[in-house]
């Protein structure tokens, strides 16, 4: 089992930054990766970013690459999202996952295996 924790969401004007902070407990596995997804009201869940453990590789969604930045602390169990230039249309809530199966640092919801609660990004105009 596996818990994930979320924090670091909140209301910020157009412009402006926040990090997010993604704790996890529980089984842990080097190889796994780390990805942050967001959901908008009345839309899909979308891919943002994702982080290999052991590596620190990292994709982006092209929507966030320039302004996001994905990050790891192995020694705190942490991964952070660092969001730079927000926009309206960041505004989203957040959430982080794991994905410990072998492969690519993939951008589908699907494969993920756990999942946090999720933190409110507002981005205002």
């Known amino acids: 089992q596996v818990q994930l924790v979320e924090s670091g969401g909140g209301l910020v004007q157009a412009g402006g930054a926040l990090r997010l902070s993604c704790v996890a407990s529980?089984?842990?596995?080097?190889?796994?990766?780390m990805g942050w997804f967001r959901q908008a009201p009345g839309k899909e869940r979308d891919f943002v970013a994702a982080?290999?453990?052991?590596?620190?590789?990292?994709r982006y969604a092209d929507s966030v690459k320039g302004r996001f930045t994905v990050s790891k602390d192995n020694a705190k169990n942490t991964v952070y999202l660092q969001m730079n230039s927000l926009k309206p249309e960041d505004t989203a809530v957040y959430y982080c996952?794991?994905?410990?199966?072998?492969?690519?640092?993939?951008?589908?919801?699907?494969?993920?295996?756990?999942w946090g609660q999720g933190t409110q990004v507002t981005v205002s105009s």
């Open positions: 996952a794991v994905d410990f199966v072998l492969g690519g640092l993939s951008v589908l919801g699907g494969t993920y295996d756990y």
């Open positions: 529980g089984r842990t596995s080097n190889s796994a990766v």
């Open positions: 982080i290999r453990w052991n590596s620190g590789v990292t």
